[in-house]
């Protein structure tokens, strides 16, 4: 059978080809610890399950969830208040806010609604995977624009040549940054309302690890003055109540963005199963102490890390955001030799750098999102089983 040509640029999904490499090790006998993807293993918060399980008894959630197309109208003013306690950020539900399906949901629905066929979209590089092929979906095509450790993990805007700018119709990034766990700060996010207004570029700025942060300031990209005239934030439920699972987020700001989103996506599914917009509500209203408690925990697991890759000759200083580590890899490896490494000497699995894009060569990305036991577990081969490392 044929299939359409716009698939042949998308590669195999990372964290697919991950997981194939997890099996096949588990099959073959190998107990393989995975550090690789960013996937909470602590369970949701109980009062979230209940809700749940209260809501999806109750045969009116048993129907389609369209009778309000951008989301339960409670589910959108629960985010509302969210954005309003945690980031002093103040929403419409009524018209700067949709549900989404998970933030990945809406990095490919502000493709499609708001990039053309042959557009150009900035695109940060290390990027998330996510990305690229919801612009190519679009039939457009991305601009990498370098993220690199010297600059702190953030892109420099004016280095962006003035015809790409120019060309340019929208930019995806995220801060905090998956991979390199970098974090954005004031008088970045102003800029980047000053560089898109110049040239009349729309932000999808997508920020589900808004709330994992250690030692600074939550940041919302919408606390930025001007923001909401030139895009959206993405955001997800999934990292900060552990409910990946789950697939509920929202698409907030300007209210043209949200609209060609909800335009998208009411023509592509039919919303949120109510049941989980109710948990959500639950979640957004009642689990700020969770997501703190989580943050400690991730802080925590760090500290482990980081004494692991002391002790194996690393000087690293880690990053004030997400539950990632984007470490740099020994002298004489690439990103994947040395991944390979670690799975042979180790059975441990982390994410290659150069999947992220061509800057995110020479880094691998560890993720904080597993078990205690077996992250002391992985650690502790490493340790074995590691010698001292030399770097460049
Ligand atoms: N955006 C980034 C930067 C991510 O890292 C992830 C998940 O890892 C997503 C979006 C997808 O999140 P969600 O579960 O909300 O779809």
């Known amino acids: 059978m044929h299939t359409a040509q716009r698939l042949e640029k998308v590669p195999p999904y990372l964290f697919m080809t991950l997981r194939n490499k997890i099996k096949e ?183 589900p690890y808004s709330e994992v942060v250690f030692g600074v300031e939550r940041l919302s990209f919408l606390s930025a003055a001007g923001a909401k005239d030139v895009g959206v934030e993405l955001n997800s439920l999934s990292k900060p109540f552990n409910m990946t699972g789950w697939r509920i987020g929202m698409a907030c700001g300007n209210p043209d963005i949200v609209g060609a989103i909800a335009k998208v996506k009411s023509n592509t599914d039919s919303g949120i199963f109510n049941a989980i917009q109710y948990a959500g509500i639950e979640a957004l209203d009642h689990c700020d102490d969770f997501t703190d408690k989580m943050v400690g925990i991730y802080r925590v697991r760090r500290e482990k890390v980081l004494a692991a890759l002391m002790h194996l000759g690393w000087r690293y200083v880690p990053p004030k955001g997400t539950f990632y580590l984007w470490v740099p890899v020994p002298k004489g490896y690439t990103s994947s030799e040395f991944c390979e490494y670690l799975l042979e000497r180790c059975a441990v699995v982390c994410a290659p750098g150069a999947a992220y894009g061509v800057n995110g060569e020479g880094y691998i990305r560890l993720s904080l999102t597993v078990e205690e036991k077996r992250l002391e577990e992985a650690l502790q081969r490493m340790r074995e089983k590691l010698p001292k490392f030399e770097f460049a």
């Not at 979906?137 to 805007?157: R, S, T």
């Open 25 to 207: 090790a588990r099959k073959r006998g190998i107990d393989v610890i995975s550090l690789a993807i960013g996937d909470p293993v602590d369970p949701t918060p109980e009062r979230v399950v209940a809700a749940l399980a209260k809501a999806a008894a109750d045969p009116l959630n048993h129907r389609y969830p369209t009778d309000e197309e951008w989301g339960m109208t409670a589910f959108r003013e629960a985010v509302a208040r969210w954005y309003g306690r945690r980031y002093g950020v103040k929403l419409d539900p009524a018209k700067e806010i949709v549900a989404l399906i998970g933030s990945k949901e809406g990095c490919h629905h502000f493709a499609l609604g708001v990039v053309n066929s042959g557009d150009t979209v900035l695109v940060t590089d290390p990027g998330y995977p996510g990305y690229k092929p919801s612009i190519w979906f679009a039939g457009a095509e991305p601009y990498p624009v370098p993220m690199l450790a010297e600059n702190g993990f953030l892109p420099m805007l004016s280095e962006i040549p003035s015809d790409v700018a120019r060309k340019a119709t929208a930019f995806y990034l995220n801060y905090p940054n998956n991979p390199t766990g970098a974090v954005a700060t004031r008088g970045f996010l102003s800029e980047l309302v000053a560089f898109a207004k110049s040239y009349d570029i729309a932000i999808c700025y997508d920020n």
